[in-house]
């Protein structure tokens, strides 16, 4: 009985947290196409310059609390003392860096940015700093409470949107932008914050800093700081360098690049997700089919990544217009290589997850991580003397930076873990010439259609049943099983009833 209890309940998480990440999913793809037309380029850069610097320090005050504290309380919530001892010790530490590296950035906006756009922006954007100590989402996710963070993080998001558009009327409404942002997020935490309750007896009162908390928690929440964020050395890095040495546009040009590329590649990373504690039973119970799954995994994600890259290169125009507007048709460029990003990007989370991570590797992945980042700076710090940066070569810089890390990667996994994982095989190769197949489709459609929404509607109707006909047509193992899955999911309820 116990059994099929948690089976319930697994299965209702497992909904809950499915729909939270298509509820994240959807909140932008309706705000930020909307944002981008009411506020100007240099406005959105005064923005994205603001909020990049922010994120910096942001990432300081939070630490690796968030994963850390998921992890810590998952092991011992069956001990309500343990429990209580966690979560005190971390939101003590958390406390402290927060109103530390607050400080520290306050500070930042009255001596460098206090005669800038930027001043109001950064101001507004500490106060998130003072939000973050209330933000114990991670004791509420250990105890996988997904029907409470799904709801309350719905009903927030929601207003959120609804203020968006109620609020956000003109170009100079910039700053009422990061506002909504930060009184949102301020309210998503408080109220995990007070919900927590039900988890600990901890009380703000009892609050204690000790030298044996920061010795058995500080090593371990900067190093997970560091692998859960590794892109602060590459397109992090690259908007800070073009709003310090370029200016407002460029970072505008190549944030619109990245944001479309982040909501694409989201859907990609949940197979590489899903796939984890299945991987990992099978490493510590059968090698064999964690190498042959581990390989399945590859081929699922060049199938889905590679026809994705090459139409997002060919209508990436229509898409910059559809999201941002005509006044951002500079950033058409830089997401081409954005768009080939999507395909090693998705290639290394899975030697870094799948195969480092599991393998017990995170330093390497660390190590990796760090090497090639510092490389990136010195690349674009170059390219500054040379007198090119710019979004479209600062972004080039790091895709080649990040093929370094995957190819880093590679040579460690097959040299001192002996496993050989299979890129340029005979099935990717397949699925790359599909996909250069839409080249003539989209050129057709379009040279022969006078309506350009029409021709951007039926061109990836088109490329999507080429691509589906020429994996049927080869028989392909990979789409067959995928399409018998969705045939079982979609027959099954229809069986049951009959």
């Known amino acids: 009985m116990e059994k099929g209890r948690q089976s319930v309940s697994l299965v209702k998480n497992s909904i809950y ?95 460098v940015f206090h005669d800038t756009p930027l001043f109001r922006l950064m101001l507004i954007f500490s106060l998130s700093l003072i939000a973050n100590i ?15 963070i799904t709801i309350k993080t719905a009903i927030i998001r929601l207003l959120y949107v609804a203020a968006i558009f109620l609020v956000i009327k003109t170009p100079d409404d910039l700053w009422k932008y990061a506002a909504l942002i930060v009184v949102s997020n301020f309210l998503n935490y408080i109220c995990s914050f007070i919900y927590s309750k039900r988890y600990t007896h901890f009380k703000l009162l009892s609050i204690r800093f000790s030298r044996y908390d920061l010795q058995k928690y500080l090593p371990a929440l900067f190093f997970i700081l560091i692998l859960r964020n590794s892109n602060m050395f ?69 199938l889905l990544s590679l026809p994705l890259s090459v139409g997002l290169c060919l209508l990436g125009k229509d898409i910059v217009t559809l999201f941002a507007g005509e006044q951002y048709l500079a950033a058409v460029y830089p997401l ?92 990717t190769l397949r699925y790359f010439f599909f996909a250069l197949l839409f080249v003539p489709v989209t050129y057709g459609i379009k040279h022969y259609s006078t309506n350009e929404w029409l021709s951007f509607a039926l061109s990836i109707i088109s490329c999507i049943m080429l691509y589906s006909l020429c994996l049927h047509l080869s028989k392909d193992e990979i ?20």
């Open 17 to 111: 947290k499915g729909l939270l990440n298509v509820f994240n999913l959807i909140v932008p793809i309706f705000t930020i196409p909307y944002i981008y037309r009411v506020l100007s380029p240099e406005a959105m850069g005064n923005f994205e310059y603001a909020n990049t610097l922010f994120y910096y320090f942001n990432l300081c005050g939070a630490l690796g609390i968030y994963t850390y504290g998921i992890r810590e309380v998952s092991r011992v919530r069956d001990d309500s003392e343990k429990v209580n001892e966690v979560y005190s010790s971390l939101f003590s530490i958390g406390i402290f860096s927060n109103l530390f590296v607050c400080g520290i950035f306050v500070a930042l906006a009255f001596g």
């Open 134 to 148: 209330f933000y114990t989402e991670w004791i509420n996710e250990a105890f996988e409470d997904f029907r409470f």
């Open 234 to 302: 590459y397109t992090v890095l690259d908007r800070i360098m073009l709003g310090s040495f370029e200016s407002s546009q460029s970072v505008a040009y190549y944030s619109v690049g990245q944001r479309i590329m982040d909501m694409i590649r989201a859907l990609l990373i949940t197979i590489t997700y899903v796939s984890l504690p299945r991987l990992s039973y099978y490493l510590s119970n059968d090698v064999s089919l964690y190498r042959d799954n581990l390989q399945k995994l590859v081929r699922v994600g060049f």
């Open 336 to 427: 081409s290589v954005f768009a080939v990003r999507i395909v090693t990007l998705l290639i290394e989370n899975i030697t870094a997850t799948q195969i480092l991570f599991l393998h017990n590797k995170e330093k390497i992945v660390v190590i990796i991580n760090i090497v090639w980042g510092i490389g990136n700076l010195v690349c674009n710090y170059f390219l500054f003397r040379w007198g090119i940066l710019s979004p479209m070569t600062a972004i080039l810089s790091t895709l080649c930076m990040e093929l370094g890390v995957l190819v880093t990667e590679f040579y460690y996994i097959k040299r001192y873990l002996h496993i050989q994982v299979l890129i340029f095989c005979k099935q």
């Open 479 to 498: 789409f067959q099983t995928i399409v018998q899955k969705v045939k079982n999911i979609v027959v099954s309820p229809f069986m049951l009833r009959s």
